[in-house]
């Protein structure tokens, strides 16, 4: 078992930046594949980013790769997702998620998920 708890969401301008964190529980943390997926109002949710459980392997949803980036801190046992030049368009809840094996951007591959923490972009 794994809880996960997000936080840093908020309001942001356009154009801004944010940094996600997401505090996983229990001393297994390096074996778990992490991911955010988001959620805006009115659509599925969708993936976001993945990272392996070293660490050492990203995956990015096509349109946001090179404006945000997904890593993790084995010693604080969080993964972190850093939000630049946001767009209204990336309004939506952003959840973790943990799955305890090789896993991609499938929903259904992951087996913990956190609350979701909201996410707020201005024009």
């Known amino acids: 078992q794994v809880q996960l708890v997000e936080s840093g969401g908020g309001l942001v301008q356009a154009g801004g930046s944010l940094r996600l964190s997401c505090a996983a529980s229990g001393r297994t943390f390096s074996t778990y594949t992490m991911a955010w997926f988001r959620q805006a109002p009115g659509k599925e949710r969708e993936f976001v980013a993945r990272?392996?459980?070293?660490?050492?392997?990203?995956n990015y949803a096509g349109s946001l790769k090179g404006r945000f980036t997904i890593s993790r801190d084995p010693a604080k046992n969080t993964v972190y997702l850093q939000m630049n030049s946001l767009k209204p368009e990336d309004t939506a809840v952003y959840y973790c998620?943990?799955?305890?094996?090789?896993?991609?951007?499938?929903?259904?591959?992951?087996?913990?998920w956190g609350q979701g923490t909201q996410v707020t972009v201005s024009s």
């Open positions: 990272i392996s459980r070293s660490g050492g392997s990203t």
């Open positions: 998620a943990a799955a305890g094996r090789l896993a991609t951007m499938m929903q259904r591959e992951y087996d913990y």
